[in-house]
């Protein structure tokens, strides 16, 4: 196991649709960790996509973090406090200055591909770095910036059960965008430079996301930012449905807000939580019971399946 005993995590929601039990049972093994170890908890909201982005999904993510009972120690009290201070809108400056630091270090590069080239010239997704040796102006209109991805980069996580896992970058990624088109920091950009700022030094997320961990630990080294390279990760199994597809979004999964708008109460999740954990009660109604009972030693790292309810 990890040296480090107290946890600074974050909940970082993506206000582009309703939260599903996927995204609970992500937040609450968050929250589990860290108020086990007696850290801190910081309520951070992705809206860099400003364009998917709803009055409607950032209500409900105050509604659903509520419902289950998962408190925060910093961040957004509301959705009014969300907009007028803790937007990712508002933090531009700072992201602005980790992609400088990396134009400046020779590690970027401009391209204008489209979608559509993209995906006529790639091997399984990844771009093929077209424009790496265009030298086209970085000023230029409808330009996005890549970062240069040698090949044979591998990039080791250090998860929290004490084991690494190392991804091949270059296959995995590519030379991935840091900056769109439309001039506004890239997702892998705006997440990096958030986790500094919060002093995160422990950060869950789905398996689906280990290359986007390999990306912004691959950029906080060529940056020398030892306070995420240093972080430790759990990247959880994904919570599927009973036909084995992962919940998402996009995918119309079962939202929270059709539960709690229902009137029910967060006591199936928290049962399906508490088997997914092997703990030895699993009569559990509410977070506190699950945190009364949660060790680290239960970490799942198996297929979770999400019952009928």
């Known amino acids: 196991m990890t040296s480090i005993l107290t946890y600074t995590s974050r909940l970082a929601p993506t206000p582009s649709g309703y939260l599903h039990a996927g995204n609970a049972f992500s937040f609450t093994l968050t929250w589990l960790l860290v108020r086990q170890s007696g850290g801190k908890l910081h309520l951070r909201i992705d809206d860099i996509d400003a364009e998917r ?8 993510i105050f509604q659903s973090l509520n419902w289950l009972g998962l408190d925060w120690d910093t961040g957004p009290v509301s959705p009014e406090d969300f907009v007028e201070r803790h937007s990712q ?3 531009l400056e700072g992201y602005n200055q980790l992609l400088n630091s990396l134009e400046q270090a020779g590690k970027l590069y401009a391209c204008n591909c489209s979608r559509a080239q993209i995906a006529t010239s790639s091997v399984n ?15 230029a209109p409808e330009t996005a910036w890549r970062i240069y991805v040698p090949e044979n980069t591998r990039i080791a996580i250090r998860e929290i059960s004490g084991r690494e896992t190392k991804v091949p970058l270059d296959t995995a990624m590519g030379d991935f965008v840091v900056r769109r088109k439309n001039g506004l920091p890239a997702y892998q950009i705006a997440s990096l430079a958030d986790d500094l700022q919060s002093a995160c030094n422990m950060i869950v997320r789905g398996s689906d996301l280990i290359p986007s961990t390999a990306a912004q630990l691959f950029m906080a080294q060529q ?26 979004k996009s995918a119309g999964s079962a939202s929270l807000k059709s539960l709690y708008a229902a009137g029910q109460s967060p006591a199936t999740l ?6 997914a954990l092997q703990l030895p009660d699993q009569r559990v109604k509410e977070a506190k019971d699950l945190l009364a009972q949660f060790s680290t030693t239960l970490l799942p790292f198996g297929r979770i399946t999400l019952p009928h309810f």
């Open 270 to 275: 928290f049962q399906m939580i508490a088997k």
């Open 223 to 248: 940056l020398g930012l030892k306070a995420f390279t240093e972080a430790i990760f759990y990247h959880h199994p994904l919570l599927r449905d009973s036909t084995g597809q992962k919940l998402s």
């Open 53 to 60: 982005t709803r009055p409607e999904y950032v209500e409900d």
């Open 125 to 139: 997704g990844i771009y093929p770095g077209t424009c790496r040796h265009r030298k086209l102006p970085m000023n």
């Open 89 to 91: 809108l508002r933090r």
